[in-house]
Nanobody, 120 residues
Framework: QVQLMESGGGLVQAGGSLTLSCAAS????????MGWYRQAPGKQRDLVAT???????NYADSVKGRFTISRDNVKNTMYLQMKSLKPEDIGVYYC??????????????WGQGTQVTVSS
């Protein structure tokens, strides 16, 4: 089985910064695409950013220029550096990974989520 564990969420003032981490562990042969999604209260889960194994990135328009996604393929860990945070960035941030397992299976995995709150 594969587990994704997020960390780094919390409360920050508007204009502040936070860095989220997501560590993948378990029966991993290779982690392919990874990404961050967020879900604001009462809304659907939306894409924030994705990163391929080769470090090609994609961002939602609302976070471009403020958020930076990165990963360490050796540690199977992904990061999201968030700067100039706004109240509209509030939500639960979920880590996603597309994984080839050591059993030869391919699947989508999600973390349990980490809360980000921005005070105005």
């Amino acid at each position: 089985q594969v587990q994704l564990m997020e960390s780094g969420g919390g409360l920050v003032q508007a204009g502040g910064s936070l860095t989220l981490s997501c560590a993948a562990s378990g029966s991993i042969f290779r982690v392919n695409l990874m990404g961050w999604y967020r879900q604001a209260p009462g809304k659907q889960r939306d894409l924030v950013a994705t990163i391929t194994r080769g470090a090609i990135t994609n961002y939602a328009d609302s976070v471009k220029g403020r958020f930076t996604i990165s990963r360490d393929n050796v540690k199977n860990t992904m990061y999201l550096q968030m700067k100039s945070l706004k109240p509209e960035d509030i939500g639960v941030y979920y880590c996603y990974a597309d994984v080839f397992t050591t059993r030869g299976a391919k699947g989508d995995y999600w973390g349990q989520g980490t809360q980000v709150t921005v005070s105005s």
